[in-house]
């Protein structure tokens, strides 16, 4: 089955440690995306990449860290500048950036005290 | 910049009665528009995508969306509403004249469905 994975699906961190979530996707997607998601304040978009070694920030990118140099990874490390990192955090991927729908993995909820 | 406004944070209803959840964007001449539903502690699957052409979209699980592009809207419907539809629902929109590289999500409406 095509998809996207994310894992763990729980992480627990103490704060001033830096975390990595993970993200692969095999649906051979050019584009993928991660974003966070606050309780009533939708997702907002945090990086994204439209192709292999390339990437954007998005609206909230800092204290956070991405790389993408596999196609099918896109992993998202949350440094410990980010100062309200305890969040539910979604990664998406799509064929392509533009007018194509975005698929979205499980997310991981990390939880940082 | 784009931005998509989702009028009620929480809709209860109860079990087949009908539904519609809002959803407005900044004015555009060229949007491509979705909607998405989000199950607790799950990611988003999307519901249904207007890209061009009839202004009336069906989706999946019996929801359908009208675009209106003179009030700017896109509103979700379902003529009657099972307890299984209790889900987070979220409208995203693409601004085409902005280079159309991400998407923008409004806040979300949470349907809860009761017996």
């Known amino acids: 089955d095509g998809g996207i994975t994310q894992s763990p699906k729980y992480l627990f961190r103490k704060e001033g440690q830096n975390v990595t979530l993970s993200c692969e996707q095999n649906l051979n997607h050019d584009a993928m995306y991660w974003y966070r998601q606050d309780p009533g304040q939708g997702l907002r978009l945090i990086y994204y990449?439209?192709?292999?070694?390339?990437?954007q920030k998005g609206d909230i990118a800092e204290g956070y860290s991405v790389s993408r140099e596999k196609k099918e990874s896109f992993p998202l490390t949350v440094t410990s500048a980010q100062k309200n990192p305890t969040a539910f955090y979604l990664c998406?991927?799509?064929?392509?950036?533009?007018?194509?729908?975005?698929?979205f993995g499980p997310g991981t909820r990390l939880t940082v005290t | 910049a784009q931005s998509v406004t989702q009028l009620d944070s929480q809709v209860p209803v109860f079990e087949e009665a009908p539904v519609e959840l809002r959803c407005n964007y900044s004015?555009?001449?060229?949007?491509?528009l979705f909607w998405y539903v989000q199950y607790p502690n799950q990611g988003l699957q999307l519901l249904l995508k207007?890209?061009?052409?009839?202004?009336l979209v069906k989706g999946i699980n019996g929801f359908e969306a009208e675009f209106n592009k003179s009030q700017t809207s896109f509103h979700l419907r379902k003529p009657s509403v099972h307890i299984s539809d209790t889900a987070e629902y979220f409208c995203?929109?693409?601004?085409?004249?902005?280079?159309?590289?991400?998407?923008?999500f409004g806040k979300g409406t949470m349907l809860l469905v009761s017996p």
């Open positions: 004015s555009s001449v060229s949007v491509y």
């Open positions: 998406a991927s799509s064929i392509a950036s533009g007018g194509w729908e975005q698929y």
């Open positions: 990449s439209q192709i292999v070694n390339d990437f």
């Open positions: 207007y890209l061009s052409g009839s202004t």
């Open positions: 995203a929109v693409i601004d085409l004249n902005s280079g159309y590289s991400t998407l923008t």
